[in-house]
């Protein structure tokens, strides 16, 4: 008998582009005869009581699961469980958080923008003499990026003092990072795929008139060929965050050198596909089977 695994994803987020790719991901796993069911991540509750977390379902445990969600509390009840996740519960809770993700790869010499973290605030910021700090480390212009974000949306220019205290305020309560803005990446960044120990897919990711790269933000998808050193930086940070894989994004540095941005344990893989025709499930899929012969 093959392995049997499951498809968890967000049932309160099942638009038309996350039931694209769930469909997507369960034709290709036929294809390469894995048997793979899909389940919304609220029809496997937790359940703690004095005997210790459950999870409440009548399904057989499957050998291995494909987890296309953020839902921490889920993933680490399945791995309770002696399920084996791709990506595991930790890799998924570092690249969610921005603030975490340049915690975590800070002391690995890994090139990345100056960051600072915001410090926490409860309720509303009443105070706020951490800013003049901030300036003098990073200068303007900066980018604000909430620690919990997609697609840049959450991704702030900040030209000079007047607009950086309106923002924080603005933010409040809202987990968020500092960080050096870098002139050279203006509106371009690229996206690497990384599957285990390689780059299986790339694309350069250019706007005319946004900072941001973003193809939801407006830019444009062209075929990239990445360099040795840009293919050893995504490598390595994906594996520094243990992710099985992972879509990493690079700026290009004053001298084209490679920076990291961020990674992204749970990459959408459509825009990949409509710039390379490149199907990374298929990749992904084959890794998983790989991993557990």
């Known amino acids: 008998m093959g392995k049997t695994g499951w498809i968890v994803y967000n049932g309160n987020l099942y638009t038309k582009k996350f039931s694209e790719q ?13 048997e793979m069911e899909a389940i919304a991540n609220h029809d496997l509750l937790v359940m703690t009581d004095q005997t210790g977390p459950t999870l409440l379902t009548d399904k057989q445990a499957p050998d291995f699961v ?17 399920i084996r996740l791709f990506n595991s519960a930790r890799t998924i809770e570092i690249c969610d958080d921005k603030a975490l993700t340049h915690v975590e790869l800070a002391s690995h010499g890994v090139p990345m923008p100056r960051t600072i973290i915001a410090p926490k605030v409860y309720v509303k910021l009443e105070d706020d003499r951490h800013l ?47 960080q050096e803005y870098l002139p050279s990446s203006y ?19 250019k706007s005319d008139d946004n900072f941001r790269a973003n193809v939801t933000a407006g830019g444009q998808m062209f075929p990239y060929q990445p360099t040795k050193e840009e293919e050893a930086l995504a490598i390595k940070t994906s594996q520094l965050v243990g992710a099985d894989f992972a879509g990493v994004d690079l700026l290009f540095g004053p001298k084209q050198e490679p920076i990291v941005c961020e990674i992204n344990s749970n990459a959408h893989f459509k825009n990949i596909y409509d710039c390379t025709g490149i199907d990374i499930t298929k990749d992904m899929l084959s890794y998983i089977k790989e991993q557990l012969s």
């Open 22 to 34: 769930v469909e997507w991901l369960l034709y290709s796993a036929k294809q390469l005869n894995i």
């Open 187 to 205: 509106g371009k960044d690229i996206r690497l795929h990384v599957v285990g120990d390689r780059v299986v897919a790339s694309m350069l990711r």
């Open 132 to 178: 003049q700090k901030v300036m003098e480390t990073i200068g303007f212009p900066m980018i604000i990026k909430e620690a919990f974000g997609s697609f840049g949306e959450q991704v702030y220019y900040i030209e000079n003092e007047e607009v950086l205290r309106k923002k924080v305020r603005e933010l409040g309560n809202t987990p968020y990072i500092f």
């Open 66 to 82: 494909f987890f296309w969600d953020k839902d921490l509390f889920l993933a680490r009840q399945l791995e309770h469980q002696g």
